[in-house]
């Protein structure tokens, strides 16, 4: 998964869980077995990790930010 946003009149309403479960059906049925995605934000970690994501020990500098630091996700299918 790649740049999921939720407009701010949408957040708390299960529209995020929506995306991921639609992603999550898509990838499936295509024979994949999980998805993976870096954060950096804490919100936005523990939104993923609500949807079943475990941080699976990834760590990257964003690429424009290299002070930042992304944590990398992963939930199996």
């Known amino acids: ?13 299960g529209t995020g869980r929506e995306l991921v479960e639609a992603v999550a059906a898509w990838v499936v049925a295509s024979g994949g077995t999980h998805l993976s995605l870096w954060v950096t934000q804490t919100g936005a970690r523990i939104f993923y990790e609500r949807c079943g994501f475990v941080d699976d020990g990834r760590r990257e500098p964003l690429a424009h930010s290299p002070d930042i630091i992304e944590i990398g996700m992963t ?3």
């Open 1 to 13: 998964m790649f740049s999921m946003w939720v407009d701010g009149a949408e957040r708390c309403r």
């Open 75 to 77: 939930r199996e299918l």
